[in-house]
């Protein structure tokens, strides 16, 4: 078992930045990539990025390529995702994803989620 929690939402003015943290716990060497995923309301789950166990960066969204930047710290078990020039598009509920095998940018292909934390980009 694998647990995954977000922290680090919350509200911004556009143009503003924010960092994401996800920080696993259980069985952590059963993990081989970690990724960022987001939801509008009314709207369909978007993979942003991910980075598999060895350090590789599989993709990143084209909404975010540039902006975000995903990155992890392997001594704390934590991935992050720095968001700069933040967009009030960018509001959404932000989910952390890990699994045992690759990153995916089909969402149910993930193995194990966090329970989201939630982004406001207004002014």
């Known amino acids: 078992q694998v647990q995954l929690v977000e922290s680090g939402g919350g509200w911004v003015q556009p143009g503003g930045s924010l960092r994401l943290s996800c920080a696993a716990s259980?069985?952590?060497?059963?993990?081989?990539?970690m990724g960022w995923y987001r939801q509008a309301p009314g709207k369909e789950r978007e993979a942003l990025a991910c980075?598999?166990?060895?350090?590789?960066?599989?993709y990143y969204a084209d909404s975010v390529r540039g902006r975000f930047i995903i990155s992890k710290d392997n001594a704390k078990n934590t991935v992050y995702l720095q968001m700069n020039r933040l967009l009030p598009e960018d509001t959404a509920v932000y989910y952390c994803?890990?699994?045992?095998?690759?990153?995916?940018?089909?969402?149910?292909?993930?193995?194990?989620w966090g329970r989201g934390t939630s982004v406001t980009v207004s002014s």
């Open positions: 994803a890990a699994d045992s095998v690759m990153c995916e940018r089909d969402y149910y292909s993930m193995g194990y």
């Open positions: 259980g069985n952590i060497f059963s993990i081989d990539a």
């Open positions: 980075v598999s166990g060895s350090g590789s960066i599989f």
